[in-house]
């Protein structure tokens, strides 16, 4: 039986890596997408491809209901992937901000989640993937927002992975460390148009930060890995018959989970300010 996957966040990056492979593998790959030329890219290289954007909850049940269309009911598996970081210290961000950083990187995965379920439920079987990040397990200077949404998003998946204890529905969870996507380009694109508009004590470290984020398509952090290091955790978190909860992706990831458990706060503290400066 062919397995169906729903992606979101497909016009780059590791949702674009996913789809790739798993069609390959023989997935039924809905692979969907915010802006309609993107659509139509995807659709020009052989997917079924649908508009989503998470952050409308019309769009995320008009798609829905037409994957469901397709499928006579089914899906068996959703891979929450779409998001972006918005970065700026904690006193530079505003409501707004905050908020839109919250709609796309929690408030839509979980509005899909919680579609989904119903019908891996009535099908008895499912596999729900969360993107997540490093950045939420551990914290960083001037990713607060960031690092928020993707706590926010552990939080819920965790919580709903033992609310589905004793179903044949698993939650697992992500945690990529730095990947070579767009990103940190996209990240800079947000900042531009939210954060360097208004004065800020911090403006110093944002230059440095601009420097560091505009140089990132040649300059990469140490370890950086490619998405397919991502998508082989999400085919086991997809294949295996004991799919993890948690999966790090990457050296720093690993080390990092690692620290968290063992460090107290200061520490940690200390040693992320440092990674920090070599950003700020
Ligand atoms: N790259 C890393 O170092 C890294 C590390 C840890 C975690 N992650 C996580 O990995 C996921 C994928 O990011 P990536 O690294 O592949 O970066 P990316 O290349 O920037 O891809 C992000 C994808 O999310 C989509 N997206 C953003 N807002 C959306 C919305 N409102 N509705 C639907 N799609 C939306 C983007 O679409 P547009 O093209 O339309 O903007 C794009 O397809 C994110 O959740 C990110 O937080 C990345």
Redesign the pocket.
């Known amino acids: 039986m062919q397995k169906s996957i729903l992606i ?8 674009l890596s996913a789809a790739n492979t798993l069609q390959k593998k023989g997935y039924r790959v809905f692979a969907t ?3 309609e030329e ?1 659509v139509q890219k995807l659709k020009e290289a052989g997917f079924e491809s649908y508009l ?4 409308d909850s019309l769009s995320i049940k008009n798609t829905v209901a037409a994957i469901l269309e397709k499928t006579d009911g089914t899906l068996d598996a959703l891979f929450n ?5 918005q970065t700026g210290a904690i006193e530079d961000l505003t409501r707004d901000v905050i908020r839109e950083q919250f709609e ?2 929690v408030f ?1 995965p979980i509005e899909l989640t919680t579609l989904v379920l119903p019908i891996m439920r009535r099908q008895g079987y499912g596999r729900i993937i969360q ?4 950045l939420g397990i551990v914290a960083m200077p001037y990713y607060g927002a960031y690092n928020a949404s993707k706590f926010a998003l552990e939080g819920f998946s965790n919580t709903l992975r033992q609310e589905l204890r004793g179903t044949q529905i698993f939650v697992s969870i992500i945690s ?4 070579k ?3 940190r380009e ?1 990240a800079l694109a947000v900042y531009k148009k939210t954060i360097s508009q208004h004065p800020s004590v911090h403006q110093e470290k944002y230059e440095n930060l601009e420097h560091y984020f505009s140089s990132a398509r040649e300059k990469h952090p140490p370890m950086t890995v490619t ?1 397919d290091a991502v998508v082989k955790q999400l085919i086991h978190a997809l294949e295996s018959p004991k799919p993890k909860a948690h999966y790090y992706t990457g050296i720093p990831a690993n080390i990092f989970a690692w620290m968290r458990r063992l460090l107290p706060d200061s520490a940690l503290d200390w040693v992320f300010s440092k990674i920090s400066s070599s950003e700020v």
């Open positions: 979101t966040g497909c016009s780059s990056g590791i949702g997408a915010r802006k993107d989503l954007n998470v952050n992937n779409a998001g972006f970081g796309t990187n839509g993107n997540s990040s490093i990529p460390g730095p990947i996507t767009q990103f996209n998405p």
